[in-house]
């Protein structure tokens, strides 16, 4: 026994020991000289590098490890129109391909890049291959390069839905759906083995909003007229990247040793060429953007919307109470709410909105829409001051559903049988492990309708429309950003920035205040704890989750909060 607690101990020494060297290493780090930027480098953006509206602060292992963690969108576009104005950054130059982020965000990249290119300072691409969303950054370069036999397509954006109807069936598992709104589609994959024709009908006229849009910021970048570009899409589509250089959607074919020598030109050193990382970049900017005491703070709901607490996500309970703090602290004059989130739970939706009209009572409160902000992420914006949405931004959809899984032939193929012992008739209504009888069905669908009508005079007041209005654009109808301003579900087009400076407008702060980000007092050994008990490995796996996996695990998610919810029918990703 001596001897196992002598292991014991001498394993907890041990761990102890490597924390507390690990911790050394990092302040160590974290005190090194302050970064030296020569005059005239390159900012370099590997857009591949993840990007987030909340971003991630590395945990311990991630920083032992030299793991890449998601950047904050509003850091990386403020570090971009600071290089506009700072006399070392000579120019910028972007590599990689984008992967995990929206329309939307890359459309605020966009144009803080355009901040760099104001300034009168060369920005220079080159990427392997090129596909939608690598375009959109190619065509602002005032010099884009690709490698031999690499692929130029711009040939339209494509949305594919899994249907699971029939694989359901064949294994034993019924789903039981209600919902109000013909166009509240999130149900569909597992009720039909095909697009309806009304689901059919929004997503192309979504898809061709957003792409319309990318295509229009393109020919305006590229100097082209959106007819022309049109017609080369038309005639190309997918082409290799010699037949895009000859039709003047690129400035050369490159090897990469030849592009380091034309970067040598543009940025000489004494090595190589003169350049700093936006990682480095971000890191050698001062922290505060000036002094003044008129503060504007933004809160990030960014994820699926879920009851309780919680750091991932948008945990209804943890949401509301960051406005409730925020609307009890004297110190803060205006509220932004970043919304990037495909709904979830009414319940903890309505949570939020509640503490939105607290807060909107005595401080002015403005949405920020990012990627999606659509059903219970449109739920928790719809009574703020003003609402600020991409053209490309997805929103609407407006509707309820709920979706309730019926294991027992599964189970019974299997030999495993379930008996319930209740003490009354609805007792075990959210069993996954018996069909629900028509009474449960219709108490459901009571819920459903209720929350539906509900969500109705929400929208209606918040955004002073006619209820009826309302419901003749509601029904679970997705809509891009720029239809949403069309029928007025939001005011105008802009990005974190921009919905901030109308905050302390309203506020009257004028342009004399400056924006508070979550988490920006916290100290380091705060964050190092908290990065302790962090569960990133699980994280990481749900990344790599396969369709069967994400359809499983939608079961207890879906059954949950009386099995009813607010969330968008589907995700578009961009490639």
Same mark, same amino acid.
């Given at each position: 026994?001596?001897? =196992?607690?002598g ?16 911790l050394?290493a ?10 030296? &930027? ?19 602060e590395?945990? &311990? ?9 998601p ?25 990689g391909s984008? $992967? ?26 080159? =990427?392997?291959?090129l596909?939608? %969303? ?43 759906? $209600?919902?109000?709104g ?5 149900? #569909?994959?597992?009720?039909l ?16 909003d ?23 899409? $038309?005639n ?9 250089? #000859? ?23 004494k ?6 990382? *936006?990682?480095? /970049? ?9 002094? %003044? ?25 943890s949401?509301a109470q ?27 939706s ?8 607290? *807060?909107?009572? #005595? ?14 992420? /449109? ?14 931004? &997805? ?8 979706? *309730? ?27 996954? /492990?018996?069909p629900?009888?028509?009474? #449960? ?10 929350? /539906? ?8 007041e ?16 997705v809509? %891009? ?11 105008s087009f ?13 506020a009257?702060l ?34 790599i989750?396969?369709? *069967? $996996?994400?359809l499983f ?23």
């Amino acid at each position: 026994m001596k001897k =196992f607690l002598g292991r014991v101990f001498a394993s907890a020494a041990g761990l102890i020991l490597l924390l507390c060297v690990s911790l050394l290493a990092l302040v160590a780090a974290s005190s090194e000289a302050p970064l030296k &930027i020569e005059d005239g480098s390159l900012l370099v953006v590997d857009l591949s590098a993840p990007v987030s509206d909340r971003g991630t602060e590395p945990g &311990i292992m991630d920083r032992i490890q030299g793991s890449q963690t998601p950047l904050q969108l509003h850091q990386v576009t403020s570090a971009l129109k600071h290089a506009a104005d700072d006399k070392r950054i000579g120019g910028i130059f972007m590599h990689g391909s984008p $992967t995990g982020i929206g329309w939307a965000s890359i459309r605020e990249m966009r144009e803080a890049i355009q901040a760099i290119k104001d300034a009168g300072k060369p920005v220079l691409s080159w =990427f392997p291959s090129l596909t939608e %969303s690598t375009v959109a950054f190619a065509s602002m370069s005032d010099s884009s390069w690709s490698a031999p036999f690499g692929s130029f397509t711009l040939d339209g954006l494509s949305a594919e839905v899994m249907y699971y109807k029939d694989f359901l069936e064949k294994i034993g598992v019924e789903i039981q759906v $209600t919902r109000v709104g013909k166009y509240k589609s999130a149900v #569909e994959p597992f009720m039909l083995d095909r697009m309806s024709q009304a689901n059919r009908e929004q997503m192309e006229l979504l898809i061709g909003d957003v792409f319309e849009v990318s295509v229009e910021d393109s020919a305006e970048s590229f100097g082209l007229s959106l007819q022309d570009l049109r017609a080369k899409i $038309t005639n190309y589509g997918a082409m290799r990247t010699e037949e895009a250089a #000859e039709a003047g959607l690129l400035d050369g074919i490159l090897y990469w040793d030849e592009v380091l020598e034309k970067l040598e030109v543009v940025a000489p050193a004494k090595e190589g060429f003169a350049q700093v990382s *936006l990682q480095e /970049y971000l890191n050698d900017l001062p922290e505060d953007e000036g002094e %003044s005491e008129n503060i504007v703070a933004v809160v990030f709901a960014e994820g699926e919307i879920y009851d309780g607490s919680g750091a991932d996500g948008v945990a209804g309970d943890s949401v509301a109470q960051e406005l409730r703090d925020l609307r009890l602290d004297e110190e803060i004059d205006a509220v932004v709410l970043r919304v990037n989130s495909p709904g979830g739970s009414a319940t903890a939706s309505e949570t939020i909105l509640r503490e939105m009209e607290l *807060l909107k009572a #005595e401080k002015p409160v403005v949405v920020s829409m990012g990627d999606v902000a659509a059903s219970g992420g /449109y739920w928790i914006s719809c009574k703020a001051n003003k609402i600020f949405v991409q053209p490309n931004t &997805i929103t609407g959809s407006i509707g309820v559903f709920g979706m *309730l899984p019926n294991c027992k032939e599964l189970l019974g193929e299997v030999g495993i049988q379930v008996e319930t012992v209740r003490t009354g008739p609805f007792a075990d209504m959210q069993s996954l /492990y018996r069909p629900k009888t028509k009474g #449960e069905l219709d108490v459901i669908q009571s819920f459903v309708d209720d929350i /539906y009508e509900g969500f109705l005079d929400r929208v209606a007041e918040g955004r002073k429309m006619e209820r009826d209005r309302v419901h003749e654009i509601a029904q679970g109808r997705v809509w %891009s950003g720029k239809k949403a301003i069309e029928l007025g579900l939001a005011d105008s087009f802009g990005g974190l920035q921009e919905a901030a400076s109308a905050a302390a407008e309203l506020a009257d702060l004028g342009d004399n205040f400056k924006l508070q980000l979550p988490g920006e007092d916290s100290e380091f050994f705060d964050s190092f704890l908290a990065s302790l008990l962090e569960d990133s490995d699980s994280e990481k796996l749900t990344k790599i989750a396969t369709p *069967l $996996t994400t359809l499983f695990d939608s079961f207890p998610r879906f059954s949950a909060s009386n099995g009813v919810y607010a969330r968008i029918p589907w995700e578009i990703k961009v490639r």
